[in-house]
């Protein structure tokens, strides 16, 4: 843009057309600032989130330690070869009250 004598008003600009150019100017910097933001933001690759709840929280530390709990090795191969075998005997009411105090704790009941 060339602006030539803007101080006389003998054909050229007059300060209000100067200042009208400017604003004009300046909304067309800014909608291609806003346009250039809309492609980047358009192109860049979309970012995935997981939040998991406190029960999944908590399943997943349970998990773990059970993991890094020793294991026995020795009285699991008994109990296999008792399986196996049919020695193995289950006792109900000692395995309803093992379930039992097993969900005591999973959801925080007191028994």
Same mark, same amino acid.
């Given at each position: 843009?060339?602006?030539?004598?803007?101080?006389?008003?003998?054909?050229?600009?007059?300060? /209000?057309?100067?200042?009208?150019?400017? $604003?004009?100017?300046? *909304?067309q910097?800014? /909608?291609s /600032?806003? *346009?250039?933001?809309?492609?980047?933001? !358009?192109? !860049?690759?979309?970012?995935?989130?997981?939040?998991?709840?406190?029960?999944?929280?908590? $399943?997943?530390?349970?998990?773990?330690?059970?993991?890094? *709990?020793?294991?026995?090795?020795?009285?699991?191969?008994? $109990?296999?070869? *008792?399986?196996?075998?049919?020695?193995?005997?289950?006792?109900?009411?000692?395995?309803?009250?093992?379930? !039992?105090?097993?969900?005591?704790?999973?959801?925080?009941?007191?028994?």
């Amino acid at each position: 843009m060339s602006v030539n004598n803007i101080n006389s008003n003998n054909g050229n600009l007059s300060k /209000t057309q100067v200042d009208s150019q400017k $604003l004009n100017q300046q *909304a067309q910097n800014q /909608t291609s /600032t806003q *346009a250039d933001s809309a492609r980047s933001q !358009a192109a !860049a690759p979309r970012q995935d989130s997981v939040s998991l709840t406190q029960s999944a929280q908590q $399943l997943a530390q349970m998990q773990k330690k059970s993991s890094d *709990a020793p294991v026995n090795q020795e009285k699991v191969e008994r $109990l296999k070869k *008792a399986i196996q075998s049919g020695e193995y005997q289950v006792n109900p009411e000692v395995l309803a009250g093992k379930i !039992a105090k097993l969900e005591a704790e999973l959801f925080g009941v007191k028994s």
